[in-house]
């Protein structure tokens, strides 16, 4: 039988023993197979209201073998065999329940369902009781001394009365469990057997239909919104970056590249000069074969940047106009008119050789045996003008060589606006193009460097 069964069951005997009826209680009580102890005890108390100590009597031999230490069923156990006059049976009834108590000197079974408290000198007060039809008075005397060792305060005017008693050869009335405390089943338990509604009866909080004042469930209605036909356009002309409202981040692949990977032409304009210091060089691409047309109508600049450096021995560097004069006969007339910067052997940038400064205090600032000058065209990347400038949103791997790689959260500086997608752009001292959806623009105003 599942639990809740045999709660619901327990419960409905224990309200017919409260109501007297009897013969109902115990019909509900047989109904459950294999009843535990506590039950079996109710069986027995209820036995015994009905006035048949021979069943009450089987009732509790059940209760001491499904549970052979339940003190109190052996106690009610005892007074039955008392009422029986199975003398012998009752003592020792009364002994197995004193030593369950375990020396403790009461037992409360409340948390079992049982509303009542056993106390040792009750145990010891029947025991007596059981000594004095046996004819044992001198035993009897002593079991009552050792309960007044055990009683609490206020008990011991019934147990000098019992020793009066059992002076004068006088039997003592044994104690008892009150018949009508049963031990009962968990409140907890029982509230249990009711069924509850946790969801509860539904109920409109707010709707747009104006008949929706009802409580109860029902399906879901089609609503009608009306939208001003201004605030919408065809699907075929909506941004394909953007779906149901919401940006998507940059697809795998950036958009359509130019027909050929080109930069853009700097913001100087179409002139370029091409000499040996390799500032700048332009040429127009010839048309493919049966591309003529399409080539003449859309030229192709192909732009080359370098820069050239010189180095010197210690003790041979010449003033900055003497450094002028060797570069223009090295590289040409476009060197002379450069920006000379001195590096470390390394490559880092120092900073700027101006005019009139000597070069020979530099050496105290260089770690190495040697100086290295940098002579930059005018129209290099880092001499540019930076149009505006951009915060990367997303990392950007270089899809050719001439592709600007950056992280996310770098600051790109944009140096020219090759089409609608893509940008020109210079980062961490790095030029290339990139394209335009993977970075915005900030609020920082340009710079020329």
């Not at 004193?98 to 145990?123: C, M, S, T």
């Not at 036909?229 to 970056?241: I, V």
Request: proline fraction near 8%; hydrophobic fraction near 35%; charged fraction near 25%.
């Amino acid at each position: 039988m599942a639990y809740r069964e045999l709660v619901r069951r327990w419960h409905e005997g224990v309200l017919a023993a409260d109501a007297e009826r009897w013969d109902a209680a115990l019909e509900t009580f047989a109904g459950i197979p294999e009843p535990p102890s506590r039950i079996c005890f109710d069986i027995g108390c209820v036995e015994l209201l009905a006035g048949r100590p021979r069943q009450a009597l089987r009732a509790f031999n059940r209760t001491v073998e499904k549970d052979n230490s339940l003190a109190v069923g052996y106690f009610q156990r005892g007074f039955v065999h008392l009422q029986l006059e199975m003398y012998e049976e009752a003592l020792s009834d009364y002994q197995m329940a004193f030593n369950h108590l375990r020396k403790n000197p009461f037992i409360d079974y409340k948390q079992l369902g049982l509303r009542h408290i056993l106390y040792a000198w009750e145990v010891l007060y029947s025991t007596a009781a059981a000594q004095c039809q046996l004819q044992q008075w001198q035993e009897a005397r002593l079991t009552l001394e050792k309960a007044v060792v055990w009683s609490p305060e206020g008990r011991t005017a019934i147990l000098e009365l019992a020793l009066e008693r059992v002076q004068d050869c006088l039997p003592l009335e044994p104690m008892q469990v009150p018949l009508r405390e049963l031990f009962r089943p968990r409140k907890k338990e029982v509230e249990q057997l009711a069924s509850k509604d946790f969801l509860g009866k539904p109920k409109v909080i707010s709707s747009i239909v104006p008949d929706d004042e009802y409580f109860g469930f029902e399906p879901l209605r089609f609503q009608k919104l009306h939208i001003p036909s201004s605030l919408l356009e065809p699907a075929s002309t909506m941004d394909p970056w953007v779906t149901n409202g919401l940006p998507l981040p940059p697809a795998q692949l950036p958009p359509s590249r130019l027909p050929v990977d080109q930069k853009p032409e700097p913001a100087g304009g179409e002139e370029a000069s091409a000499n040996s210091a390799g500032a700048e060089g332009q040429k127009q691409l010839p048309p493919a074969h049966g591309e003529a047309s399409a080539s003449m109508e859309r030229p192709v600049v192909l732009r080359a940047r370098c820069e050239c450096s010189l180095v010197l021995r210690a003790g041979q560097l010449p003033p900055e106009a003497e450094l002028r004069r060797l570069l223009r006969e090295r590289f040409g007339q476009q060197a002379e008119r450069g920006r000379l910067s001195y590096r470390h052997t390394d490559g880092t940038e120092l900073g700027t050789l101006e005019a009139q400064q000597d070069p020979e205090g530099l050496w105290q600032q260089l770690a190495e045996g040697s100086l290295a000058l940098c002579c930059q065209d005018s129209d290099s990347p880092s001499a540019r003008p930076v149009l505006y400038r951009m915060l990367a949103l997303h990392p950007y791997p270089a899809q050719g060589p001439g592709d600007l790689e950056f992280s996310k959260g770098d600051l790109l500086d944009v140096l020219s606006e090759v089409n609608e997608e893509w940008l020109e752009g210079r980062c961490k001292g790095r030029t290339g193009i990139f394209p335009k959806c993977f970075a915005t623009q900030t609020s920082c105003g340009a710079a020329s460097l």
